[in-house]
């Protein structure tokens, strides 16, 4: 059962992960997209967007750091074990707040306009029933035992196993004595990463980084006004 769901599962899940966005890709480019809903409703989307987004990002950061950054690295330039909780704790407590009442108020808006509901596609349903499971599951991982039970090194079993498993090194039996919080959320992720490539996920593979660096878009009117040059 070890070898099943910590070795198996994450290892189809990645391969349905990088599959799945070659063949979406390759079949439905202009599906390629987050197919925004502006237009229809931008009161809630104004304030939940940016709560969602950034708080996201901050906890893809944590996870980043927690997983693939060996304890041992970060004990070698000073931080010791609890300070690493308390930072870990505390940023990972904020941003999972920031990431609960930005998807409340983006599932608020797009269960509540009518107009915003009609376009919401099953796939959309499927993603936000997931992505509400794996945030859920680790804000209880996260305040429910590091912040007001008795606290759990997951960089000792969890971040170990995570980095065997993309060195292709697994080691299952370091996730069988987990707290089973844990390992709900591990499960809840890669389930998450397996419908990834078949939702409006596939977005963040698009993101305008070259607008950092274009030139600016030079505006001119198609007449000049009176008294201009022509």
Known sequence: MNVALWVVVPYIALTIFVVGHVWRWRVDQFGWTTR??????????????PLFHLGAFAAIGGHVLGLLVPKSWTEAVGVDEHLYHLVSVSAGTVAGIMVVA???????????????RRTTT????????????VILLGMSATVGRNLLGGGYDYRATIAVWFRGILTLHPAPDLMAGVPLIFQLHAMSAWLLAAIWPFTRLVHVWSAPVAYLWRPYVVYRRRTPLKGEAR
Do not use: H, I, M, W
């Open 102 to 116: 930005g998807l409340t108020l983006l599932l608020a808006r797009r269960f509540t306009s009518p107009r915003v």
């Open 122 to 133: 099953r796939a959309d349903k499927v993603l936000f029933t997931v992505l509400a499971a």
């Open 36 to 49: 925004t809903t502006q237009v229809l409703e931008s009161r809630l989307l104004r304030l939940g967007s």
